[in-house]
């Protein structure tokens, strides 16, 4: 994340506007102008390293064309698209079906980093923590009680990963009913439209988040929280990596590649489907998302409210 105090700087890479133009014959010398313009910034850096986590051909020529003497990435067998023979040290992956965030922490212990003893930390800026406190006392949301962040959106190119907003709707209900949860939903964009939708079926009364300027902000609401609950989104990924207890609702993405980070508590509800794991965007049946059922969900919230409980309990939050 930009704000991280880590990090010197980020470079924004132009995929869309090169891409955009690459398609058409009169925008192909204006698309590599950009990418090498690009490349010249990355250049004058003069970079001792590249680590190549994404194995894929458009991050194997970035590494290639940085300059970088050390460029470190997966071997043949853990890539696709000839990735390997950009980087020139390659380490091997034991496991290939494993999540892409173990996949990454492989490649780091291969270069003899030890990632068991640091879990990751989301950096938020006092400012965006101003932003999230100042609502929740607006709100008068009380953190000694349970609170459950649900996001139910996902990006505007995959909606056949959401579950249906009357379902949400339920487990919202029903999570307020046995543990006298504050449930908050989470959004960005024209998620709001189901999140209103959302809302206007429950019986009781939700918070709805306001519209947050950056993934920090977004971090900071779940680490007020007490549960995840919603799809695999980016979102879900952040709730796991701020170590809030995680509910998540899988349908055609492969739950495997795709878990929160394992070292945090966590659910994954899915359906076991022939066609499953796919990427059939504009699926009309969508078995994998329509067989998860409330009651399913519900249980998941439960058992997790009950291990946020015991984890406040332990680290004498609860009084």
């Known amino acids: 994340m930009q704000a991280h105090p880590g990090i010197d700087e980020v470079f924004v890479f132009p995929k869309k506007s090169i891409k955009r133009k690459l398609k058409s014959i009169s925008g192909i010398g204006s698309g590599l102008s950009e990418f090498f313009?690009?490349?010249?910034?990355?250049?004058?850096?003069r970079f001792d390293m590249v680590i190549d986590f994404h194995g894929l051909f458009k991050s194997g020529i970035i590494s290639f064309f940085s300059g970088a003497p050390e460029r470190v990435g997966f071997d043949a067998g853990a890539c696709?698209?000839?990735?390997?023979?950009?980087?020139?040290q390659r380490f091997s992956l034991e496991n290939k079906h494993?999540?892409?965030?173990?996949?990454?922490?492989?490649?780091?212990?291969?270069m003899g980093l030890d990632t068991a003893h640091d879990p990751p930390t989301i950096y938020v800026p006092e400012e965006d923590q101003d932003v999230v406190r100042h609502f929740f006392r607006q709100q008068h949301i009380d953190r000694r009680r349970p609170i459950v962040a649900i996001?139910?959106?996902?990006?505007?190119?995959?909606?056949?990963?959401?579950?249906?907003?009357?379902?949400?709707a339920v487990v919202a209900d029903k999570a307020i009913e046995e543990s006298a949860a504050q449930v908050l939903f989470t959004w960005a964009g024209k998620e709001i439209e189901m999140v209103n939708q959302i809302v206007g079926m429950m019986k009781y009364?939700?918070?709805?988040?306001?519209?947050?300027?950056?993934?920090?902000?977004?971090?900071?609401?779940?680490?007020?929280?007490?549960?995840?609950?919603?799809?695999?989104?980016?979102?879900?990924?952040?709730a796991a990596f701020v170590g809030?207890?995680?509910v998540a609702v899988f349908g055609p993405t492969d739950h495997v590649v795709n878990e929160p980070y394992a070292m945090t508590p966590h659910i994954i509800i899915r359906d076991?489907?022939?066609?499953?794991?796919?990427?059939?965007?504009t699926c009309s049946r969508r078995d994998c998302m329509h067989d998860i059922t409330e009651e399913n969900v519900i249980k998941a919230v439960r058992i997790m409210l009950e291990t946020a409980r015991d984890r406040k309990a332990q680290a004498g939050v609860l009084s």
């Not at 313009?37 to 850096?45: D, L, P, Q």
């Not at 494993?98 to 291969?110: A, C, G, K, Q, T």
């Open 151 to 168: 996001h139910p959106g996902t990006s505007p190119t995959t909606p056949y990963k959401r579950w249906e907003p009357h379902r949400y």
């Open 272 to 281: 076991e489907i022939k066609c499953s794991p796919c990427r059939k965007y």
């Open 80 to 88: 696709k698209e000839f990735n390997f023979l950009f980087n020139n």
């Open 244 to 246: 809030i207890p995680v």
């Open 205 to 238: 009364k939700a918070f709805i988040a306001p519209e947050l300027t950056n993934l920090c902000q977004l971090a900071e609401v779940f680490r007020c929280s007490d549960l995840y609950l919603g799809g695999d989104t980016g979102p879900m990924h952040l």
């Open 37 to 45: 313009s690009f490349m010249k910034r990355i250049r004058h850096e």
């Open 98 to 110: 494993v999540s892409r965030i173990e996949r990454n922490l492989s490649l780091l212990r291969s």
